[in-house]
């Protein structure tokens, strides 16, 4: 995991527990596990805090394998994904059917999508890709980002998967432990030989590197636009 080059400002806890105070936050994602990998342990916290939380992912993960391998990798992702969320403390879900590797031909039909949401739900808070400043330059990463900022005009967004965080959220042990497991929860991205054996390693320490730029054990980063 990549350690930022920012660091925080003396108003960073005031931005902390102003998110954190949100009473209902809509997070958007390409794929299942978007947002366990990048937020994972806000998801957590907000959800600790009474938060109530929505997940929308643009894509179920097939991968543009063939047919019938497609349809199956979707089905079994969608399940990780709910489970995902139920470790997480209970985040609704809703799941589209863009196809994965094809998203930035369906931009507009996705931010349609996202403001019919936004205007039934009312969230008062809207997580996403950093459109501007994404460090992880997959092209669905990039079309959900730009999806949700022409979605969500107008209200208060907080960005995540940014190479210029302005915020840093301290993560303890327990949201850690819970990030982890939803991660794992996405068994078809995180098998043992690579997760364990290799990204949690190197997840963890980017945590550990962040979070001590405030001062705690783990920090998850964002840009507050």
């Not at 996405?186 to 364990?196: A, G, N, S």
Request: charged letters at 25%; one cysteine or more; a positive charge.
């Amino acid at each position: 995991m990549p350690i930022s080059p920012s660091n925080p400002t003396e108003g960073n806890a005031a931005v902390r527990e102003a998110l954190l105070a949100a009473k209902r936050a809509l997070f958007v994602g390409a794929h299942p596990d978007d947002i366990e990998f990048r937020a994972g342990g806000l998801v957590y916290l907000m959800r600790q805090r009474g938060v109530e939380i929505i997940f929308c992912i643009a894509t179920r993960g097939g991968k543009g394998l063939p047919g019938p391998l497609s349809r199956a990798l979707e089905r079994i992702r969608t399940r990780h994904q709910m489970l995902a969320a139920r470790i997480l403390g209970g985040v609704e879900v809703v799941m589209h059917n863009y196809p994965d590797g094809r998203l930035r031909d369906f931009v507009g039909p996705f931010a349609e999508d996202l403001r019919l949401l936004i205007s039934s739900r009312q969230p008062d808070l809207v997580l996403s890709w950093d459109p501007d400043f994404i460090f992880t330059p997959h092209p669905d990463h990039q079309a959900a980002a730009d999806a949700a900022r022409k979605a969500s005009s107008g209200l208060r967004t907080c960005l995540y998967g940014t190479l210029q965080p302005n915020l840093w959220v301290g993560i303890d042990d327990e949201s850690l432990t819970a990030k982890i497991r939803a991660l794992k929860a996405h068994r078809t991205e995180t098998p043992w030989f690579y997760f364990d054996l290799r990204m949690k390693r190197s997840l963890i320490a980017g945590l550990r590197a962040e979070g001590a730029k405030i001062g705690c054990e783990y920090a998850e980063t964002f840009r507050t636009a």
